[in-house]
């Protein structure tokens, strides 16, 4: 709990992720070879907080993204009832921008 509690810097989130490390490894424990658990267990914890951490990373939006800034996307996206209908939309709104910025100034 100590290492967790360290790398999360927050208890209840340190009691979860203990939590989910000690279900991995008792899940795991067939394949533990060594003579020594505690260095088995705390690569568990520690590849148990990476993984949480890169979900949590990859299901939080970007602020600022480019979807989140252009409202008239997601407007064209909204607007469409079918995904056929929005491809067909987005496909007209590149092919006139590709026009535009091929334009010479």
Request: proline residues 5%.
């Amino acid at each position: 709990y100590g290492f967790a509690r360290w790398l999360t810097r927050d208890p209840v989130t340190a009691q979860d992720l203990a939590q989910e490390a000690m279900l991995r490894a008792l899940r795991y424990f067939h394949a533990f070879l060594g003579e020594e658990a505690r260095p088995w267990l705390l690569l568990i914890l520690r590849n148990t907080w990476v993984d949480q951490r890169a979900k949590r990373t990859a299901d939080r939006p970007v602020a600022g993204s480019r979807i989140e800034r252009d409202e008239p996307v997601c407007s064209v996206l909204a607007s469409a009832g079918t995904a056929a209908q929005a491809k067909r939309l987005l496909d007209e709104r590149c092919t006139l921008v590709r026009s535009l910025v091929g334009t010479p100034a």
